[in-house]
């Protein structure tokens, strides 16, 4: 889970071998605040009957075509999103969590809370963008 305001990880799940990202997400149970908003890909259908305040992407109707709102709608919502991908994708800068892992199972989840932590650590390092622009 990424706080998309700030683009730091809250916290990490993780299962044995291959498991979906809804069926980790239901398991652990999150007890979100109907306040905070979840931004879900399309791999998390049914999520809004786990929780009246999240949104997904709307699919295409079998044989037809989607709306110019709700395209604009998918538009908006994956630019909301594209900060979790970037998160993604510095979590797979490691060649621990993007590769096979081939290390004893037991100290995964320590890693993976180790370098969630040290991609939080950087962000604190790095200026944000509005103060360079201000320099």
Request: glycine residues 6%.
């Amino acid at each position: 889970m990424v706080d998309v305001n700030t683009s730091k990880i809250i916290c990490t799940a993780y299962g044995k071998g291959a498991e979906h990202d809804f069926h980790l997400f239901k398991a652990y149970a999150v007890n979100f605040s109907e306040k905070k908003q979840i931004l879900a890909d399309r791999g998390y259908q049914g999520l809004q009957k786990l929780h009246l305040n999240s949104q997904i992407p709307i699919k295409k109707p079998k044989g037809g075509e989607l709306s110019k709102e709700n395209k604009r709608f998918n538009r908006i919502l994956s630019r909301q999103r594209i900060v979790i991908e970037h998160v993604n994708r510095r979590l797979k800068i490691f060649k621990i969590l993007s590769e096979r892992y081939r290390n004893r199972h037991r100290r995964f989840g320590l890693r993976c809370n180790l370098l969630a932590a040290i991609c939080n650590f950087k962000l604190e390092l790095k200026p944000s963008t509005n103060q360079a622009k201000l320099q």
